[in-house]
């Protein structure tokens, strides 16, 4: 018979909404709920490697599949996910505005995130999760029970999901003018006006030199004899 202290409870009641596979974020084009759906599939992984430990009495086996380091590694893995879709899905809503409006894509260069913008809302997302670092910290003291601890982690992970959402709105939001920028650019129209006046000019001065009011360069006489030699009235 297994012994209470080493069986333990479930954790999805306590995970909160981050088991929600209807919940969905406002812009799925960053992808955020598989981030958070990999991040709840890689702990109920874990979840049932400790129950497997125990099964077999191995309890310092369930401690370490489930330890504070372990519990930092899936939120930190998470955060670089988040990072990378967040960062690839503003390079994307870039990428669609200056295809629709035909921004020069050597101008559109300067407005993606660069690799500084990535290194800071890494930093960011990954800062989300201090609440988790703090209830670890105290959780896994060892003035609690282990599964104590398990669980308050987890509330703690949903509290910080909550937090790195956030993070993705206020940098998404970063980027609106950018996009905006692009998305109202037109092409200017001046080279336009200047090739069309050059070539208006042009053609005033061949018409005069055709018509004998300017010298007539020697390169012209072939169009000087064909024009003139057209049926006039």
């Given at each position: 018979?297994?012994r209470p202290?080493?069986?333990?409870?479930e954790?999805?009641p306590?995970?909160?909404?981050?088991?929600?596979?209807?919940?969905?974020?406002e812009?799925p084009?960053?992808?955020?709920?598989?981030?958070?759906?990999?991040l709840?599939?890689d702990?109920?992984?874990?979840?049932a490697a400790?129950?497997?430990?125990?099964?077999?009495?191995?309890?310092e086996?369930a401690r370490?599949?489930?330890?504070?380091?372990?519990?930092?590694?899936?939120?930190?893995s998470?955060?670089?996910?988040?990072?990378e879709?967040?960062t690839?899905?503003?390079a994307?809503?870039?990428?669609?505005?200056?295809?629709?409006?035909?921004?020069?894509?050597?101008?559109?260069?300067?407005?993606?995130?660069?690799?500084?913008?990535?290194?800071v809302?890494?930093a960011k997302?990954?800062?989300?999760?201090?609440?988790?670092?703090?209830r670890?910290?105290?959780?896994?003291?060892?003035?609690e029970?282990?599964?104590?601890?398990?669980?308050?982690?987890?509330?703690?992970?949903?509290d910080?999901w909550?937090?790195?959402?956030?993070?993705?709105?206020?940098?998404?939001?970063?980027?609106?003018g950018a996009?905006?920028?692009?998305e109202?650019w037109?092409?200017?129209?001046?080279?336009?006006?200047?090739?069309l006046?050059?070539?208006?000019?042009?053609a005033?001065?061949?018409?005069?030199?055709?018509?004998?009011?300017l010298?007539?360069p020697?390169?012209l006489?072939?169009?000087?004899?064909?024009?003139w030699?057209?049926?006039?009235?």
């Amino acid at each position: 018979m297994i012994r209470p202290e080493l069986v333990l409870p479930e954790v999805g009641p306590y995970l909160g909404r981050l088991t929600d596979a209807t919940r969905r974020f406002e812009d799925p084009a960053v992808g955020l709920d598989q981030v958070r759906l990999d991040l709840v599939s890689d702990l109920f992984e874990r979840l049932a490697a400790a129950r497997g430990f125990l099964l077999t009495g191995d309890h310092e086996g369930a401690r370490s599949t489930l330890d504070r380091a372990s519990w930092l590694v899936l939120w930190r893995s998470a955060a670089t996910r988040a990072t990378e879709r967040t960062t690839a899905a503003i390079a994307a809503r870039l990428e669609r505005a200056a295809t629709q409006s035909r921004f020069p894509r050597r101008r559109l260069g300067g407005l993606l995130p660069t690799a500084e913008d990535r290194e800071v809302l890494a930093a960011k997302l990954d800062a989300a999760g201090i609440a988790l670092e703090e209830r670890l910290a105290r959780a896994f003291r060892g003035t609690e029970s282990w599964w104590d601890g398990v669980r308050q982690a987890a509330v703690a992970l949903e509290d910080c999901w909550e937090a790195l959402e956030e993070e993705v709105r206020r940098e998404l939001a970063s980027f609106d003018g950018a996009v905006a920028k692009v998305e109202r650019w037109r092409p200017s129209l001046w080279p336009w006006f200047v090739a069309l006046g050059a070539l208006l000019l042009a053609a005033t001065w061949v018409g005069l030199a055709l018509g004998g009011f300017l010298p007539r360069p020697r390169w012209l006489e072939g169009l000087d004899d064909w024009f003139w030699s057209l049926p006039w009235p």
